[in-house]
């Protein structure tokens, strides 16, 4: 599966408890992004990566949440002393870079990580 | 920041018939426009898209439509089959920073 990868696909934890999701894009995308989402509502964008360098991050995200990509292939994503309220679908999506074939701006979706923390 | 609203929430259609779901945005830097349809459980699949320098753009049986003037964008399914009923996200986006609208619950019913 040459698709955009992540890991795990669930994590169940104690509020209070570090998590970290690992993500790994499509061969060659330069960017990335980081996004959350709830039952019955729409991604919500977290942070932006071309390639190592984070260039977007939400006002939404609090200082618990970091997120890096120290070699501008995989990122992960880390929350400290999780809440209730951080339970969610974390999803991560890979663009191609600017003046290649594919489109710059189609964004590619990975599986999610499912988040529940009791 | 951009504020992308969508509508109806929730759409029911027999099949066969034509459905449509509107989406409007507020940042006038934003320029692409994509659609995604979300089955339960599984991640956005991109369906269509458009950028900001087009008005229209149609694939077999779906099509989008763009007024950048009034900030608004269309996603039109027509001939729908049971196989079309997901969630649908519209999104403005200015390659940076994208926002999606709260999703179109669209059933098809045989």
């Known amino acids: 599966d040459t698709g955009v990868s992540q890991d795990p696909r669930h994590k169940i934890t104690k509020r209070g408890q570090n998590v970290t999701f690992r993500c790994d894009p499509i061969?060659?995308?330069?960017?990335l992004y980081w996004y959350r989402q709830t039952l019955g509502q729409g991604p919500e964008f977290l942070t932006y990566f071309q390639n190592e360098a984070q260039l977007e991050k939400s006002r939404l995200l609090s200082d618990r949440f970091s997120a890096e990509r120290p070699k501008g292939s995989f990122s992960t994503l880390e929350i400290q002393r999780t809440e209730q309220g951080d339970s969610a679908m974390y999803l991560c999506?890979?663009?191609?870079?600017?003046?290649?074939?594919?489109?710059?701006?189609?964004?590619?979706f990975g599986p999610g990580t499912r988040l529940t923390v009791l | 920041g951009e504020n992308v609203e969508q509508h109806p929430s929730t759409l029911s259609v027999q099949e066969g018939d034509s459905a449509v779901i509107k989406c409007t945005y507020s940042?006038?830097?934003?320029?692409?426009f994509p659609w995604y349809k979300q089955e339960l459980g599984k991640r956005p699949q991109l369906i269509i898209d458009i950028r900001s320098n087009v008005g229209e753009k149609k694939d077999q049986r779906i099509a989008v439509t763009l007024n950048k003037t009034a900030k608004h964008f269309s996603l039109h399914i027509t001939e729908t089959q049971p196989e079309d009923s997901a969630v649908y996200f519209c999104a403005a986006s200015n390659r940076q920073n994208f926002v999606f609208g709260p999703g179109t619950r669209l059933s098809v019913l045989p």
């Open positions: 061969s060659e995308h330069n960017r």
């Open positions: 999506a890979s663009s191609p870079p600017l003046g290649g074939l594919a489109s710059p701006d189609t964004q590619y």
């Open positions: 940042d006038s830097a934003s320029n692409y």
